[in-house]
């Protein structure tokens, strides 16, 4: 079947400007998780959901990050006022359930913050 | 100190030879254990869970040691296919997530 679609694959955007990365998890997983990967880095967990509310959102780095989840399924990650320290791959991962510790992860969106 | 600690290499062997990568994670709690690769510009894929009494998966074997909180990789006859990131991931059930160590490369040359 599908697995984890994330979009755009590629993201160039200029200092300041807002930014929706968009996960489409595999049909069926009520649990979706998005990470972020810095070069030369293993990916570190921004945010979890649970259905369509954010059960642990203890890794976004500060208030210009935000996730939603509002019908269960797809999510967006929405940045505003980027910085060039937000340059990274952010990945979409989703699972069975939260007590199911496989995570199925996405292609990731690379964004590059000019 | 990191949750989860890795040697990053880069590892370079030749084809057929056995190489072997550990890690080390601080929390006590934690429940699962992984090993994943990663391609270069590729996600995370599951390479192996790691359990206490080692599992084997073809040339992959992996080690747990709960009281030194230790996990290690063996990978036997390398192929230059084997050429990737290997990452030790360690799953703490009270907080629901995956808590990556920073990865270790490996290059394996003809």
């Known amino acids: 079947g599908a697995g984890v679609s994330q979009t755009p694959s590629n993201k160039v955007t200029e200092k300041g400007k807002y930014v929706e990365l968009r996960c489409d998890p595999i049909?069926?997983?009520?649990?979706l998780y998005w990470y972020r990967q810095s070069l030369g880095q293993g990916p570190e967990f921004l945010i979890y959901f649970q259905g369509t509310g954010a059960a642990d959102d203890s890794g976004l780095p500060n208030d210009r990050f935000f996730a939603v989840r509002p019908e269960g399924s797809v999510s967006t990650l929405k940045i505003q006022r980027t910085e060039r320290g937000d340059s990274a791959v952010y990945l979409c991962?989703?699972?069975?359930?939260?007590?199911?510790?496989?995570?199925?992860f996405g292609p990731g969106t690379r964004l590059t913050v000019l | 100190r990191k949750e989860v600690e890795q040697d990053p290499g880069p590892f370079n062997v030749p084809e057929g030879a056995t190489v072997a990568f550990n890690c080390t994670y601080s929390n006590s709690a934690s429940q699962s254990f992984f090993w994943y690769r990663q391609d270069c510009r590729k996600e995370p894929k599951l390479l192996m869970s790691v359990y206490s009494s080692g599992n084997e998966d073809g040339r992959f074997t992996a080690q747990l040691n709960r009281a030194s909180q230790y996990i290690s990789l063996l990978i036997r006859d390398s192929k230059l296919s084997d050429s990737a990131t290997y990452l030790c991931?360690?799953?703490?059930?009270?907080?629901?997530?995956?808590?990556f160590g920073a990865g270790t490369r490996l290059a394996v040359h003809p």
């Open positions: 049909s069926g997983h009520t649990a």
């Open positions: 991931v360690v799953f703490s059930g009270g907080y629901n997530k995956l808590i």
């Open positions: 991962a989703s699972s069975l359930s939260v007590s199911t510790d496989t995570q199925y």
